[in-house]
């Protein structure tokens, strides 16, 4: 607090009228002084806190969107061998989807014995890295020449892409990263010797030493139960806990050990836990009948529950 002293004039000259009257000056002739009080100074606000970041609420698996991504790869792209157009086509679609989705994506280029090559699509959200443990979840993109592959496997890919919408808002509350794969080359190839999985073993070669689990989505979209597979003489692990989760979902299960007929076969052969689910043969594998309209959404539905409550729950 400080006071202002009121300034005073000095009296006119002799002889010359004021042209208006003022006070007389000098210090004796003062009168009460007065003063002004200052306005306090304010006192600086506070900073505002920073507004409470609002943790992600889990919504469902959204069947709607992996039927519709299985009717684009089925039904618009239709067969998609290994290193073909449609296998390009089908590339181009699903990057342009997880992009949209807001992951980052890339593809990995895969060699094929026969010649040409295909590529792996490799999603993953800005921030994560494929250098750090992380867990895969993928599905093979290929099918085999002359059949449009909507349960083998666009069913899969449909699940991938429904995940990665759910999932992109998620990430930062799950144990770790989670890694989107899309392989090509998982069909045997029309070569001496023949060989498949070639996209899986590529991903396999390049990072299984931290790669935590690895989860396939292989032909899911036709029977009334999901197979928990796993590799023939490898751990049983992650099927199992699988099978704890659909029990807890109260999802129609059955767990079983198979031969290397799917792309978690490479990561198991390197000792990363890995299962695939599958809701076994429909009879119309790898023909022409292997159509979008015999895919029965609760089944789809079923896979991409499971996987989705699988991820929260590790």
Excluded at 155 to 171: C, F, I, K, N, S
Aim: a negative charge.
């Amino acid at each position: 607090m400080f006071a202002v002293v009121l300034a005073v004039s000095c009296a006119p000259s002799a002889g010359t009228p004021p042209a208006a009257e003022a006070p007389p000056s000098g210090p004796a002739a003062a009168g009460p002084v007065a003063t002004v009080p200052s306005s306090p100074t304010p006192s600086p606000s506070p900073s505002p806190s920073p507004a409470p970041v609002p943790s992600p609420v889990p919504g469902p698996f959204d069947v709607d969107r992996a039927m519709a991504v299985v009717t684009a790869l089925a039904g618009d792209i239709g067969p998609r061998a290994a290193g073909t157009p449609g296998d390009e086509a089908a590339r181009r679609y699903v990057v342009a989807a997880l992009r949209t989705a807001g992951w980052s994506v890339r593809e990995e280029v895969v060699p094929l014995p026969q010649g040409g090559t295909t590529a792996n699509v490799v999603a993953r959200l800005p921030g994560a890295s494929l250098g750090r443990p992380h867990v895969v979840v993928g599905a093979h993109l290929d099918t085999v020449a002359g059949t449009p592959g909507a349960n083998d496997n666009a069913t899969g890919v449909g699940v991938l892409v429904a995940l990665a919408e759910e999932l992109a808002d998620e990430q930062p509350v799950l144990r770790h990263p989670v890694v989107l794969v899309a392989f090509g080359a998982e069909e045997y190839q029309p070569s001496e010797p023949r060989r498949h999985h070639l996209g899986s073993q590529a991903y396999a070669d390049l990072r299984a030493d931290v790669v935590v689990e690895m989860l396939g989505v292989d032909m899911v979209g036709n029977g009334p139960t999901t197979c928990l597979c796993w590799l023939r003489g490898t751990d049983d692990e992650l099927a199992r806990r699988l099978a704890e989760v659909a029990d807890a979902e109260g999802l129609s299960v059955r767990a079983e050990a198979r031969g290397d007929i799917s792309d978690h076969g490479p990561f198991a052969h390197a000792g990363v836990p890995a299962a695939f689910l599958w809701t076994f043969d429909d009879g119309v594998l790898h023909t022409p009948a292997d159509t979008s309209d015999r895919i029965r959404a609760e089944d789809l539905d079923r896979a991409g529950r499971l996987v989705l409550a699988w991820l929260r729950s590790r």
